[in-house]
């Protein structure tokens, strides 16, 4: 086992940050390759160095595999950490890695084109015993072979690409009449968007919730599941609110869902952390979907409810250090649900908000962690996802983590630029939210039917020009706290340490 001296980070925002931290407690040191546009970024001020890889588009700088492993064997970083997005699952980075000898902390080329193709996962997850969705036994060759599999699985069906994945390349058919133009079009578009036009089919499942068990494998063939994370508050397949554990899912379900996860993983010789994704429908059957080889945003709900850090958990493993016992037999302690922050606007169909971040206030306290990849005067740029950072709470049962979710809202501050805030504000305020009723088009039906009206928060205007006067009344305020105002206002605990009663040792 070789131990990482530097590490180099090739990714950008929140989880540049989070793995930064993880370097940090492993006394690792760290690089970050960065774009033009995000010279001043959070990332590069924390990093021990920072690199430049190329102007703003991600496919001239973080998608830059030559330059980046090139980059990791000048700087002499052991391994690459690719975050989410961009490089993480891209079989060619993890192999041109190992080429290089830099470690790629993530699966293997194999383990990753393992799960690459949907169509050979599903026969690798059937022959393993993973349950899946029933369906085409491998890529439809035509019309002919289209039609005989709906008729036998029976409509609705959904007609998916091999190449696809994360709701790309899916289309649902209702009856028989509508298969033969949804096949040549599924066909077309899967050839156009992915140079592979094979599809298969499954039966639709209608309703269903999106649970998804967190994986961890190490380097000697252990594999183990940290247990489940609910997925399903979602919009146009974009994930909005994480939460675990799933209020549908009890020890016996979380027990049978995470072998089913293990053997999966496993099928394909998985190392690193990776998620199984599944369709739960409510008779309690849960399907396999696919598997995202890499670490994921909501990350978090999972490390506050199981107590791990599964990054530092992820270059530990890369190290080739073996899984440890705290990773055996983990149940979930209390709860623990994430909100995505995001730099877009929920009264204008939630458009993208670029522009400068005025002001900023992160919520901290009791429960309360806050992963942001951005500071007070960061500049959000249209280039990216425009996700700016993750509230995640944690209470001991899902009403306090809910109470906390409102109360640290309310300590949430963000000026110049619009959010999803209001979003949240009207969620918390939604019975079936609050109850955990919903699936995965719960969302998007809601917000169609105009039933979930974003909320105006009270009295905090949004015009950058009033921003610049709250900040100001702001500071002048807390210098009248520290000193500046008449002695009934003096700060308690100024006073208290002044009588020699609030030194060090002297709280008991
Ligand atoms: C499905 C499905 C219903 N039935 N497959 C969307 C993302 C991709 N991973 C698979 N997806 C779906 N596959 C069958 N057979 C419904 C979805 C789906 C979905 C899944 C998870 C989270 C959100 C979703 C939103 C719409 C559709």
Known sequence: MKRFRKVLIANRGEIAVRVLRALRELEIASAVIYSEADRDALPVLMADQAFPIGPAPAAESYLRMEAIVDLAVSIGADAIHPGYGFLSERA?????????????????????????????????????????????????DDFDAARACAE????????????????????????????????RLARAEAGASFGDDAVFLERFVERPRHVEIQVLGDLHGKVVSLGERECSLQRRHQKVVEESPSTVVGPELRRRMGEAAVAA??????????????????????YFLEMNTRIQVEHPVTEMVTGLDLVVAQLRVAQGEPLGPEFEGVEPRGHAIE???????????????????LWLRLPQGPGVRCDAGVYGGSEISIYYDPMIAKLIVWGRDRVEALRRLGRALEELRVEGIRTNVPLFEALLADADFRAGRFDIHWLDRKLGAGELAPVERAGLPDLPILAAAIAHYERAQSVAAVGGGAAGSRSRWRTAARRGGLRSGSWS
């Open 265 to 286: 993983a496993s099928a394909v010789g998985y190392s690193n952390a990776g998620t199984c994704e599944f369709l739960l429908d409510a008779e309690g059957r849960f």
């Open 92 to 140: 060619e980075f993890s192999a041109l890695c190992r080429e290089r000898g830099v470690v790629f902390v993530g699966p293997s080329p194999e383990a990753i084109g393992g799960m690459g193709s949907k169509v050979a996962a599903r026969r690798r997850m059937i022959a393993a015993g993973v349950p899946v969705v029933p369906g085409s036994d491998g890529p439809l």
């Open 152 to 183: 036998r699985i029976g409509f609705p069906v959904m007609l998916k690409a091999s190449a696809g994945g994360g709701g790309k390349g899916m289309r649902v058919v209702r009856a028989a009449a509508e298969l033969a133009e949804a096949y």
């Open 339 to 357: 909100v995505r922050l995001y730099a877009e606007d929920p009264f204008r169909k939630f458009a993208p908000s670029p522009g400068r971040i």
